[in-house]
């Protein structure tokens, strides 16, 4: 009878044979004198390389020509499994493809809008917001309020960024939708206001209560960015900030 071999004799040949190993290498790597030890550079390691999980075609193709020389002559794939699988390889094959080209199309889409919106740098564009700028280029605003009926009298509150009243006057709504409004900025004592952010404020009677009117103001714009696919182009206005070209409203020369 063959005698047989022991488990655990055989892991402790292995684990004193490493340690033997690495004690040779420490030996071989050691000058025997401190000094010149520390003064060694210390070894490269390696690094493994970065393990890609992505499943080319390349990849694909190897698998299957395993599956076929593995597979069991008696019950080989049939034709209609491997019809299929080739079938749903292509199919994500191509929709990453198109994914790829989805994305060039946007950039290429995006870098157009910019360029086209990039032909409103110096022109003001009506923002759907109530907040203006004045300035030593632009010391006035300008807006419009938005009326669901004619109202024979609206009054405009100016505000500054703490909501402190800065001015009052009204307009005529008589004829009701959009109504121009603009204020040479200047406070109630005729006095030019300090550069900042100022808010218009309008108000008026629907069906003989009084209500807030939404207003919109034009802003200037200083730039445009380029912005990405979910946002597109984004002009800068002065003194205000950013805004989709799409959220704006109307665009004037002055």
């Known amino acids: 009878m063959a005698p047989q071999s022991n488990p655990i004799s055989s892991q402790t040949s292995q684990a004193t044979q490493s340690n033997v190993a690495a004690a040779t290498n420490t030996e071989q790597t050691s000058t025997g004198n401190p000094f010149l030890d ?25 698998l299957l020509s395993q599956q076929l020389s593995m597979q069991d002559p008696f019950k080989p794939v049939e ?67 938005s009326t669901p009926e004619s109202i024979e009298s609206i009054t405009v509150r100016i505000e500054d960024e703490k909501g402190q009243l800065i001015d009052t006057f009204t307009v005529n709504g008589s004829e009701g939708g959009n ?39 034009y802003a200037h714009v200083s730039s445009v960015s380029l912005g990405n696919a979910a946002t597109g182009a984004i002009l800068n206005l002065r003194g205000v900030g950013g805004i989709k070209i799409g959220d704006v409203l109307a665009v004037s020369e002055t």
Do not use: C
């Open 179 to 217: 109504i121009d409004v603009s204020w040479d900025g200047l406070d109630k004592n005729g006095q030019p206001v300090a550069e900042g952010n100022y808010s218009f404020k309008a108000s008026g009677k629907v069906d003989g209560k009084s209500e807030e009117l939404p207003v919109s103001t």
């Open 38 to 62: 520390g003064l060694r550079l210390p070894e490269e390691s390696a690094v493994p390389e970065a393990n890609n999980q992505e499943l080319t075609q390349e990849d694909f193709f190897s």
């Open 79 to 145: 034709n209609d499994q491997m019809i299929q699988q080739m079938a749903s390889f292509s199919t994500v094959d191509g929709i990453t493809k198109l994914n790829e080209e989805i994305v060039n199309l946007n950039a290429l889409t995006s870098s157009s809008q910019a360029l086209q919106a990039s032909g409103l740098v110096g022109q003001k564009v009506l923002i759907p917001s109530d907040t203006g700028h004045i300035s030593a280029e632009d010391p006035s605003m300008k807006g419009i309020i």
